[in-house]
């Protein structure tokens, strides 16, 4: 926005907003508070400055002194003063004795925007004392107010969390969607086929990119689906409507979102409070849509909240093909299935992906495996937890990283299997450990991609890596990376397996599965290593 275009009150406050807490008061309010009321009315941005300032470097005394400032600028006669402090109120932790401030103020104003910016300010302060000071009144705050002091309410008063191990016993016409990243849903689909073999929980109905949809055959709890490591985030779905007239589509979504299964899946997965935040997904901002469809809903279901602020749950309205889909979500975060992660790294591998390597390496037992670009150590940890390994090597060029293994492992509680970190360059460790050929039985890494830890030749990098597995490797032995470039391996001695084209977040990267095929006899380096001390 160009300066000639701004509110008066908007240039003052960007003008005033660097000043410090103590030049704002001993100087600008000092000035504000002996002016004429026509010249109060100019200065209104310092109020706006005040809140904000006070709200970021005051201490408790100046943040008090500034409430009290801002309580008394709420008796002022003009609206436009009174506005600018009920809005600056809130940034400075303000409490029970503000919130009746405000109260009286809107027992008192007949004014329908004084009312609007006092239902802002109360959304945001409020307690149970607005939900009784407005109790049977009319004419008092938005339905829109009213919920969001609700929903805040409900938050410290009942906070509510995800349950794990709480079954559900109405499953019956459920779909639970698998969502994650395309060329890797065959991976998820393997897994789901190993626990439908043991357990029969569930079903696949169809597998899609990115997506496998199971559908559950006997109840189950949340912990169940979370057994399930390679998968990037559960959603259930709960109906789609087709966009059509606006009205329409609202009062079908509000009722698909306050559906007999939306509440079924709430109460049994939520302890405390029921809310969500919703978000039209693929539409971008949707801030006006957002509210007139959370209003609706609340008006249906008024036990379900709408409220952005740390709910357990999402509801994402997606718009595909004409339709609007609604899909549930658990907010998980952190992932309880990643729980070890004590550390993380630059471009460190996302974990359900770590998850996806570690599978596609097969069966091992009694294994020697290494990471040479290990990060933060996710795709060794991932294979270690599916058994057979022995001793676990894991190099990488930054001592930030090997310090985060560590961590990781440690926070994994692997104990069992041996393991050495070293930071050094992967060519350099197959030197000085001496690693020896046919000494290795899984190569598994994600190394960098050149996107955001820079690498001065890539496909020479690359080439090595190959190079290096394919002389380590024990017949029969895998290597299993993440490829950046468009090249295979012209080693002899490694067979391509499998290759798929992956989503590795805004660019295609292909995973790929090679076997060493035969033993290599040269004198000198034909023996094999024992698992890493500890």
Not at 467 to 491: C, D, E, R, T
Request: aromatic share 6%.
């Amino acid at each position: 926005m160009k300066h000639a275009d701004k509110k008066p009150a908007k240039i003052l406050y960007e003008q005033l907003r660097h000043l410090s807490s103590a030049q704002l008061w001993d100087q600008e309010v000092a000035k504000f508070n002996s002016a004429t009321p026509e010249e109060r009315s100019c200065q209104v941005g310092l109020i706006r400055a005040v809140g904000v300032v006070f709200s970021e470097s005051g201490n408790v005394g100046e943040k008090t002194k500034a409430k009290l400032w801002l309580r008394s600028l709420l008796q002022d006669p003009d609206e436009k003063i009174r506005r600018y402090a009920m809005t600056a109120l809130p940034k400075l932790d303000s409490g029970s004795t503000e919130e009746v401030d405000l109260l009286n103020l809107l027992r008192t104003t007949k004014n329908e925007r004084e009312k609007k910016y006092l239902g802002q300010s109360l959304e945001k302060i409020g307690s149970t004392a607005t939900l009784e000071a407005l109790a049977g009144r009319s004419g008092g705050l938005s339905a829109q107010s009213v919920r969001k002091v609700k929903a805040r309410v409900a938050r410290t008063e009942s906070p509510s969390t995800v349950r794990m191990d709480r079954p559900i016993g109405e499953f019956f016409g459920l779909r639970l969607h698998l969502n994650g990243r395309y060329g890797l849903e065959q991976v998820v689909r393997e897994e789901v086929e190993e626990q439908i073999r043991a357990r029969g929980q569930f079903r696949i109905v169809e597998v899609r990119s990115g997506l496998v949809i199971l559908t559950p055959l006997k109840p189950f709890t949340l912990g169940d689906i979370y057994a399930f490591r390679c998968f990037g985030n559960l959603s259930f779905f709960l109906g789609s409507v087709r966009q059509s007239d606006p009205d329409k589509s609202v009062e079908s979504l509000a009722k698909i979102i306050t559906s007999p299964v939306s509440r079924r899946l709430f109460k049994a997965f939520t302890e405390g409070s029921l809310r969500y935040r919703l978000d039209f997904v693929t539409q971008g901002h949707q801030r006006g849509a957002v509210s007139v469809l959370a209003n609706r809903a609340y008006a249906i279901c008024p036990e379900m909240m709408n409220d952005a602020t740390d709910a357990p749950w999402s509801i994402a309205i997606r718009s595909v093909g004409g339709l609007d889909s609604v899909e549930l979500s658990p907010k998980m975060i952190p992932d309880p299935r990643f729980n070890y992660r004590q550390a993380d790294v630059p471009a460190a591998s996302h974990p359900p992906l770590a998850a996806c390597l570690a599978r596609l390496a097969g069966p091992l037992q009694n294994a020697i495996i290494w990471d040479p670009f290990c990060g933060s150590g996710l795709e060794l940890i991932e294979r270690v937890r599916l058994g057979g390994v022995l001793g676990v090597y894991g190099t990488d060029r930054s001592a930030e990283a090997v310090t985060t293994v560590q961590a990781n492992f440690a926070g994994a509680g692997i104990q069992e299997t041996r393991s050495k970190f070293v930071c050094c360059d992967f060519r350099e460790f197959v030197r000085s450990e001496g690693l020896g050929r046919n000494s290795i039985d899984l190569v598994i890494t994600n190394p960098p991609m050149g996107k955001r830890v820079h690498v001065a030749d890539l496909k020479r990098l690359i080439e090595d890596l190959i190079s290096v597995a394919a002389a380590v490797l024990k017949p029969g032995g895998k290597l299993v990376f993440a490829n950046p470039i468009q090249i295979l391996s012209q080693n002899p001695l490694l067979k391509l397996l499998s290759r798929r084209v992956v989503d590795f977040a805004g660019f295609d990267c292909r995973v790929e599965v090679y076997e060493k095929t035969a033993p290599v006899k040269t004198a000198g380096l034909s023996r094999s290593v024992r698992p890493p001390s500890e």
